[in-house]
C-alpha cells in the first residue's frame, strides 16, 4: 500500500544503498538495492519517484508509514540524499534504517545492529558524516570478501558474484526485505532475535 507523502505523517525511512545504472546491477556493492527490489515484489509497489535525490515511494510496513528510499547519488554520497529527507520529514536518526552490503559477513550471511561505526563502508561512512552520527538500525547483507589481501577492494564490490553466491546474496536481500518490516513492526531486538 503507498501513499501520497501530504496525505500521512511518515514515521520511518528505510534507505536501500546501491549505486545507480545498468553498470552497477547486480554487483555485490547493490545488495541494498536488490533488498528494495524484495520490498517491491513482496508489496506490489514501485520505489520509483524521484526525490531528494533518490529514487522514493511512501508505503505502509510493518503497520507504519514508511519512505522507501534508493539514494541516486552513487555509494559514496548517499549521505545527503537522506539528509534531505530527514530534514523534510522531521525524521529522528534512530527511525532511518539503512540496508546494505558488507564484505565482513560471509556470502549470504545477515547481520542486523541497533547502531554502529562504518565498518569500512563508504555508503554508511556518509550517512553518519551528514546525518549526525551512528544512531541508526541497519541490515548488513553479507556478500563475502576477496579471495586474497592484494584484491583491489573498489574491484571487488563493483564485481558481480558468481551463480552459487548470487544465489545466497539474491536470498538474504529477501530475507533483509522481511527484517525491515519486523524491525518497523516489532523493533530492533526482535528483528535481531530471528534474523541474525
Known amino acids: 500500500m503507498f501513499f501520497s507523502e501530504k496525505s500521512a ?3 520511518w525511512i528505510a534507505v536501500f544503498l546501491g549505486n545507480p545504472g545498468p553498470r552497477f546491477e547486480n554487483t555485490l556493492h547493490n545488495a541494498g538495492f536488490m533488498a528494495a527490489d524484495a ?6 509497489i514501485k520505489i520509483d ?7 522514493t515511494v511512501a508505503a505502509l ?6 519512505l522507501l528510499m534508493k539514494p ?5 554520497l548517499s549521505g ?4 534531505q529527507a530527514m530534514k523534510f520529514y522531521k525524521i529522528p536518526l534512530g ?4 540496508i546494505s552490503d558488507d564484505i565482513s559477513l560471509p556470502a549470504g550471511k545477515l547481520r542486523i545492529r541497533r547502531s554502529g561505526s562504518a565498518g569500512g563502508h563508504n555508503g554508511l561512512k556518509d550517512i ?3 546525518c549526525g552520527g551512528e544512531g541508526f538500525p541497519r541490515i548488513k547483507i553479507g556478500v563475502g570478501g576477496p579471495p586474497h589481501e592484494d584484491f583491489d577492494m573498489a574491484d571487488w564490490v563493483l564485481s558481480r558474484p558468481d551463480e552459487a553466491n548470487g544465489k545466497l546474496i539474491a536470498e538474504a536481500a529477501a530475507r533483509a526485505a522481511a527484517a525491515l518490516e519486523t524491525i518497523i513492526g516489532d523493533g530492533v531486538d526482535l528483528a535481531m532475535a530471528e534474523f541474525n
Not at 541516486?72 to 559514496?76: L, S, V
Open 9 to 11: 505523517q511518515l514515521s
Open 39 to 44: 520490498v517491491e515484489k513482496n508489496t506490489g
Open 49 to 55: 519517484r524521484l526525490k531528494f535525490s533518490a529514487l
Open 61 to 66: 510496513l510493518g503497520g507504519h508509514r514508511t
Open 72 to 76: 541516486q547519488t552513487y555509494m559514496n
Open 80 to 83: 545527503g540524499a537522506v539528509w
Open 95 to 98: 527511525n532511518v534504517i539503512v
Open 128 to 130: 553518519i558524516a551528514k
